[in-house]
């Protein structure tokens, strides 16, 4: 109740993102699928991007000048876009090694080892 | 219990409201996404986790990174995901199971990533708790405007709401951030072409040397996209001559 009633602040938005970036790198770590890690890798940009709108925004702040403004908004749509891009090249990457391997467990990717 | 629920309802404030929702919603499905096996609803919860963060960003007041979540994230990024599970997913590849080692490992490393990263949230005072104008935002009818629907019951009570309510009660505190709550994809388009219309009247002039908005970074995001677009059509591509010689 206490949550519902109180106005949110910059502070929850960043345990929320942080939730999303714990879960992404513990889906990194433990996922052996490849495509499981290329989603970790999607919730950890964003609970990133989650901080930068948070910080950029004017309402969740006593004084509303003190955000970073538009700066936030536009560094995250970087973010998204870089993200879109990241994407693609793994997925290929992806995809060759399921065209050579005829595998996607990237515990079986040891062919460098020493 | 008709007036205890009333008086329950405008004590609510709904902008908490919306974000505890979202805010469940994204976490719940990001945890999910962790500890599935199965890759196909992993793709899905993604969908989910991702689709409820954009609801978050809308009520952040970034209303035009929610809509670029929606569209290049959940609608482009997420379908390319998708089409890989959907080339690779075939019979064990479905489901791969990770030792249980490692999920303790896991567990402890990323538990304890947590707790540093939301104490060290909640530690900054300036963080902590908005504007009490927030609530007008987003709700646009503030709280005080509830207080005829108490008197009046909810039925009649939305002629007095609707007829001056929110003219007479609200106007003077709903007007200020409702001018401040413009949307923010004109003033973001001309910051990436290199003009800050938002910080025009900036007056510290150690802040002055910031504003030259983001025409550079945009330009090399939109090569880079293109490269790297090219570059993975390349990757990805049929090798017919390679596997014409195995044949």
């Not at chain 2, 001056?164 to 910051?191: D, E, I």
């Not at chain 2, 002055?208 to 293109?226: A, D, K, N, R």
Request: with cysteine; aromatic share 8%.
């Amino acid at each position: 109740m206490n949550l519902l009633t109180e106005p949110i602040g910059i502070s929850h938005y960043l345990v929320v993102g942080a939730v999303l970036f714990v879960s992404g790198v513990v889906c990194m770590a433990v996922k052996r699928n490849a495509l499981g890690v290329l989603m970790g890798i999607e919730l950890v940009l964003n609970g990133a991007n989650l901080n930068f709108v948070a910080f950029g925004s004017k309402f969740l702040q006593k004084n509303g000048a003190n955000s970073i403004g538009l700066d936030g908004s536009l560094i995250a749509v970087f973010v998204i876009v870089l993200a879109a891009a990241e994407a693609a090249v793994a997925l290929a990457i992806t995809l060759n090694y399921y065209n050579n391997h005829a595998t996607v467990d990237v515990d079986r990717a040891d062919e460098l080892k020493g | 219990m008709n007036l205890a629920g009333t008086i329950l309802l405008a004590a609510i404030n709904w902008h908490s409201f919306f974000f505890l929702f979202f805010a469940l919603f994204a976490c719940a499905f990001a945890l999910a996404v962790v500890f599935t096996p199965n890759v196909v609803r992993m793709a899905f919860y993604l969908v989910l986790s991702l689709g409820a963060t954009a609801g978050l960003f809308f009520l952040a007041g970034a209303d035009f990174v929610g809509a670029m979540q929606f569209l290049i994230y959940v609608g482009g990024t997420l379908v390319l995901l998708v089409f890989g599970v959907m080339l690779t997913a075939q019979g064990p590849f479905v489901s791969i199971k990770t030792r249980g080692g490692e999920w303790v490992l896991a567990a402890l490393v990323g538990g304890s990533l947590l707790a540093v990263l939301a104490s060290i949230a909640f530690s900054v005072p300036e963080w902590q708790g908005g504007a009490p104008k927030n609530e007008s935002v987003i709700a646009g009818v503030p709280v005080t405007a509830g207080v005829p629907v108490t008197g009046g019951g909810p039925v009649t009570g939305g002629g007095p709401v609707t007829g001056g309510g929110p003219v007479a009660t609200g106007g003077p505190v709903a007007m200020a951030p409702a001018a401040s709550a413009a949307p923010t994809s004109a003033a973001m388009g001309m910051g990436l072409l290199g003009m800050r219309v938002d910080r025009l009247e900036e007056t510290n002039p150690l802040k002055q040397s910031g504003l030259s908005g983001y025409l550079l970074p945009f330009e090399i995001v939109s090569v880079h996209l293109l490269v790297v677009l090219i570059g993975a059509a390349y990757l990805a591509r049929t090798k017919r001559r390679r596997a014409a010689i195995l044949d």
